[in-house]
């Protein structure tokens, strides 16, 4: 699924609607040797959050919307 990021400085937002929707946010870790993600239900239960430390940009935004899928997918 095709999601659209938002960028405000070294942050990145990200959504997916698709299964009741799903909110991401990626960010620089403040000593810049990776990536932090996060990704959330957005009308969900607290536990769903899953969040992560990747290399690069690409790879924390391809992780966070992996996640997102697939709790997407879990709510149908």
Same mark, same amino acid.
């Given at each position: 699924m095709r999601v659209s990021w938002m960028r405000d400085g070294d942050t990145l937002y990200g959504t997916v609607i698709k299964g009741g929707g799903c909110h991401m946010v990626v960010?620089?870790?403040p000593d810049? &040797?990776?990536w932090d993600w996060s990704a959330w239900r957005a009308c969900g239960d607290p536990a769903s959050v899953s969040h992560g430390v990747a290399p &690069?940009?690409?790879d924390a935004m391809a992780e966070a919307e992996a996640c997102a899928n697939a709790e997407a997918e879990d709510s149908r």
């Open positions: 960010e620089a870790l810049r &040797s990776g &690069s940009v690409i």
